[in-house]
C-alpha cells in the first residue's frame, strides 16, 4: 500500500486560485492513473478530477471544468490541482488517490490520507 500525502490547501477570497500537490509514495504512484476527490461538510466525497498515467488524457467533474486543471510529474511522484477562479462552494477538504477503471467507474486503490483544506469565503 502506498502513501499519499496532500498539501497546499488554505483561505482564498472568491475568484482567487489554489495550487493544491499530492506527493505519492510506494505503489500509489507509478503507471497509475491518479484522481483528486473533495468532500464538504454533511457532503458525500466527489470526484473532480483525473489524469492518466502518461497525461494523455484528463477527466473534470461539471462544477470545475475550465477552471481546475490538474497534471502529473513522474519524476516527482506528484500530482497537482491548480484551482482558478474559486467559488465559495468548492469549499471543501481536497483529497488525492491512485484509481483504476473498474467497468464504468474509477475506484480507489489505497487508503484516504488526511487532505487538505479548501476555504473560499468573502
Known amino acids: 500500500q502506498g502513501q499519499l500525502v496532500e498539501s497546499g490547501g488554505g483561505l482564498v477570497q472568491p475568484g482567487g486560485s489554489l495550487r493544491l500537490s499530492c506527493a505519492a509514495s510506494?505503489?500509489?504512484?507509478?503507471?497509475?492513473?491518479m484522481a483528486w476527490y473533495r468532500q464538504a461538510q454533511g457532503k458525500q466525497r466527489e470526484r473532480v478530477a483525473v489524469i492518466s498515467e502518461s497525461s494523455t488524457t484528463t477527466d473534470y467533474a461539471d462544477s470545475v471544468k475550465g477552471r481546475f486543471t490538474i497534471s502529473r510529474d513522474n519524476a516527482k511522484n506528484t500530482v497537482y490541482l491548480q484551482m482558478n477562479s474559486l467559488k465559495p462552494e468548492d469549499t471543501a477538504v481536497y483529497y488525492c488517490?491512485?484509481?483504476?477503471?473498474?467497468?464504468?467507474?474509477?475506484?480507489?486503490?489505497?487508503?484516504w490520507g488526511q487532505g487538505t483544506q479548501v476555504t473560499v469565503s468573502s
Open positions: 488517490n491512485s484509481v483504476f477503471r473498474y467497468g464504468s467507474s474509477w475506484l480507489a486503490r489505497e487508503s
Open positions: 510506494g505503489s500509489a504512484f507509478s503507471r497509475n492513473a
